[in-house]
């Protein structure tokens, strides 16, 4: 017995053929390549990038045009710049030293097998990306003293080793204040990043095994993370969390892996698979590239999957995770005790790192910094500030039974899930299907890497509020959903007294 579960890879073809993030983003790159040593050549360097700070003193201003080499690089899990000519010959890293009002240019030559670019901090100013074997410069005028970091802003890599030091003057004062961001990135890839919390598959229903096809495409995608604020997520099959897979125990499943990313190799790691990487290096592909394997579920439960390519916690919360559900030989039970089918929503919490704080309009850029110190800008449940709110919030009526698979991507905060105005009827505690589940459980730990399915009867109309009990994370930075509860109030139960 053969079934295919998910987008067989042409509908997903279609639609990827015709998303802005792929298409017109590599002509607009092209045409800035070449437009920006004309325009500059024409006016000058000081209109390049954000030059949103006055100079600061009086100290020598050069307006002398200066210019830097560097070659991109990697070994084993790092990844670094090389000094090209000059002073800075042979350096890893080397430190670049200018004088305050020069016209600075930094050309990058891209030695290495995947895609590089270079960013200034403080200056905010990014060179398009540079495929292998392929150059990139950035340009501007380096009007305020001080010591700013350059690196290169693919993100994972300036945490793989990718990042040095531009001395401007004596380096020793100038602004650190960020600069306001970019305009919201527009045209959108689409309207909603999150995978819909009502995408469950539906039960296996078999009383034997099966050969399981599941499809995952590695996308990027330009989306709100909140609005009037675009992002550039990594993504499996366009939405975050990628899409829920459900199979029997003793299945046996086939992952065809393929990647739409034009800029670097991704991958998938089951943690229902047992075998090397869950599946990480089988599937390990260049952009283009398929990488497929086939594992045994030789455990039921509600598993993590995810992306295993290096920078690994930068990939996963780029976007990168979603679950898969292993049932145990009778399944779970589909139909509540009055004979209704049992409401079943999908839902996984992750974190954005970000340059700029929640609420900033504009284009968000993924911070390497906030990642390191696991500070996120945003958690979410499904991909976005609030996103099971509104339109896509939980639907359910009075007296109906709720299931909600629940996991966290991270790539690292643990989650304490609780519903506010309910208690769980069921816990599947870690996920695990072979033990019997709690019960009566205020709020559930969630770790990073790690699943939990809940059951609750919900009798009262309400609005239920889903968070992550370490509340700053829901009211401040995005966990926050709703389960929409509709039909007849019984004072019995709750009863707002006069
Ligand atoms: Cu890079
Ligand atoms: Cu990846």
């Not at 079934?3 to 053929?17: F, K, S, W």
């Not at 495929?131 to 890599?157: D, E, I, K, M, R």
């Not at 001395?167 to 306001?180: D, E, R």
Request: proline share 8%.
């Amino acid at each position: 017995m053969a079934i295919e579960a998910e987008n067989p890879v042409t509908r997903e073809e279609v639609r990827r053929r015709t998303m802005s993030g792929t298409r017109p983003l590599g002509k607009s790159t092209l045409a800035l390549a070449i437009a920006v040593p004309l325009i500059l050549g024409l006016i000058g360097g000081g209109v390049w990038g954000y030059m949103v700070h006055a100079p600061t003193n009086a100290a020598v201003v050069t307006g002398q045009p200066v210019s830097f080499a560097l070659k991109a690089a990697s070994s084993g899990m790092s990844m670094y710049f090389v000094g090209i000519g000059g002073s800075i010959d042979g350096q890893q890293n080397p430190t670049l030293s200018v004088n305050q009002g020069d016209i600075v240019t930094i050309t990058v030559q891209n030695a290495d097998t995947t895609t590089h670019n270079v960013y200034v901090d403080g200056y905010d100013v990014q060179s398009p990306n540079a495929a292998p074997g392929a150059s990139t410069s950035l340009h501007f005028t380096a009007s305020n003293q001080g010591t700013y970091a350059y690196y290169c802003a693919v993100p994972g890599h300036r945490s793989m080793g990718m990042e040095g030091k531009i001395v401007v003057g004596a380096g020793q004062s100038g602004p650190t204040t960020l600069p306001p961001p970019g305009p919201e990135k527009l045209p959108l890839d689409t309207p909603f990043i999150g995978r819909d919390p009502n995408d469950v598959p539906p039960p296996t229903n078999r009383t034997t095994s099966a050969t399981v096809h599941v499809w995952l495409d590695a996308q990027v995608v330009n989306a709100e993370v909140e609005d009037r604020t675009s992002f550039q997520y990594w993504t499996y099959n366009g939405t975050v969390p990628g899409p829920m897979f459900r199979v029997r125990v003793n299945d046996t499943v086939v992952v065809h892996f393929h990647n739409s990313d034009p800029a670097m190799a991704h991958s998938v790691d089951f943690h229902a698979a047992t075998g090397p990487g869950g599946g990480m290096a089988a599937s390990m592909s260049n952009p283009g590239e398929w990488g497929n394997f086939s594992f045994k579920a030789l455990i039921p439960g509600l598993f993590v999957y995810h992306c295993g390519t290096p920078n690994v916690p930068t990939h996963v919360s780029m976007g990168m995770y979603g679950m898969i559900l292993v049932e145990p030989e009778q399944g779970l039970p589909y139909f509540d005790n009055q004979g209704k089918p049992i409401k079943e929503f999908y839902v996984v919490q992750g974190e954005l790192y970000t340059k700029w704080a929640a609420g900033t309009k504009g284009n968000q850029l993924f911070d390497g910094t906030r990642l390191l110190d696991e500070n996120p800008t945003y958690v979410v449940f499904n991909g976005r500030w609030q996103a099971l709110t509104g339109n896509h919030s939980l639907l359910a009526k009075v007296n109906d039974t709720v299931r909600i698979y629940f996991g966290v991507g991270g790539p690292n905060l643990i989650s304490s899930f609780h519903i506010i105005g309910e208690i769980f009827d069921k816990v599947y505690f870690l996920g695990d299907l072979t033990d019997p589940p709690l019960s009566g459980i205020q709020t559930v730990p969630v770790n990073p890497g790690s699943g939990t399915i809940v059951e609750l009867t919900v009798q009262v109309p309400a609005n239920y509020v889903l968070v992550d009990h370490s509340l700053t994370r829901a009211l401040d930075k995005g966990a926050l959903g709703l389960l929409n509860v509709t039909g007849p109030s019984d004072p019995v139960l709750f009863n707002p007294l006069p």
